[in-house]
């Protein structure tokens, strides 16, 4: 590997969090000791039990909230305000609903000064990434659910962000439309080289889409694993049990994970 290759993206140091309690007890303790990193060009996901910190963690990442305790760091820098320089992709696609769909991805263009020709083209490039093309003055209630969540990644990608961060970003799609939008994702990524943060819930999904899966434990959170995904690409999201090795990968994450959350295995 060159060390280009093995340069960390972004990094997560010796992190801790606790939020004042509205009762006015004692702090709660959201984090308790998370430390890893997304190397260049890897796609890095986390699991971990409901309510662990894990959008806590993109929220860092985004410069959105100041840990506690430890830094995050992208391209070594510490991250102390909004990083501008990252993509994110929330679990709402939050598009502006008074303005249209190509509006709305050329929006961070405009925040940036682009010139509207210039911003207009980029975002129709954006569009027809995502499989949009022939929507672009629909407003976002006359798009599908599966379709708004492809034009927030529009929004995302137009300013081709070498790091994007996404919080269970399918997580509300119905099984098929998830399914087709992994495997645009992963056909996106093969060409546009980003690292990514990706939260979910499915195993099978981070699974398929990750170079590797770090498991979270209970609140307060800490890494118990992190397990990498050597499988080839691409990986079929239709047929992940046809990608070779695929059931042992998804064994290894889930037996860890089951652990955490107490789940015996059936006598
Ligand atoms: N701004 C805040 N103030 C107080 N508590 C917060 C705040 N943000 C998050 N929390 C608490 O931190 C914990 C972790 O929240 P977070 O949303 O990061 O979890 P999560 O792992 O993403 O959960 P889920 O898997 O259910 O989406 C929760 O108990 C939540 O109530």
New binding site residues.
Partial sequence: MTEAASASVLRFSAIQQS?ASPTGDAP?V?ISDVGFEVKRGKFVSVI?P???????LIQMAAGLLKPSVGMVFHHDREVTSVNRTIGFVPQQAQLLPWKTMIENIEFPLLLRGMALSERRAKAMEAIKRVDLAGFESHYPYQLSGGMQKRASIARMLVYKPDTILMD?PFGALDAQTRMVMQHDLQTMLATEGASVLF?T?DITEAVLLSDSVVVLSR?PARVIAEIPIDLPRPRDMFEPYGTPGFAEAYDRVWSVFRSELNIRRAA
């Fill in positions: 939020f709660n959201v971990g409901s309510g662990c910190g894990k959008s806590t269970e939260v819930h609140r």
